[in-house]
């Protein structure tokens, strides 16, 4: 796996000790609420400043085509290939 300032960064967010012992300089902000929603609530998600920075600097987000997936989700017409699913992950991980 391959680390780079993304991933180290998000790891001292956790509040994990590292090897020094001393904990992260600041806490993180929070992604989403711990709270478990009752019957009828909504659950509330927050997104990070960091995340919508990713989001935002990404070259190949595609409002559209995500529109077009959630209408195949939401009428249950969408199917995952599982064999081009793990494909993919060997690939990225050999």
């Known amino acids: 796996m ?4 993304r991933v180290l960064n998000a790891y001292q967010r956790t509040g994990v000790t590292g090897v020094t012992g001393k904990a992260p300089a600041k806490a993180p902000a929070p992604v989403a609420s711990h709270e478990s929603p009752g019957a009828g609530e ?3 998600v927050t997104i ?3 995340a919508r ?5 990404s ?3 595609n409002p559209a085509k995500v529109d077009a997936l959630k209408q195949k989700v939401d009428a249950g017409e969408y ?4 064999h081009a699913v793990a494909q993919r992950l060997l ?3 050999a």
């Open 79 to 82: 199917k995952v290939d599982s």
């Open 48 to 50: 990070s400043a960091e």
């Open 59 to 61: 070259p190949d987000f």
């Open 53 to 57: 920075a990713l989001a935002k600097a």
């Open 2 to 5: 391959k680390i780079d300032n």
């Open 42 to 44: 909504a659950a509330k």
């Open 91 to 93: 690939d990225k991980l």
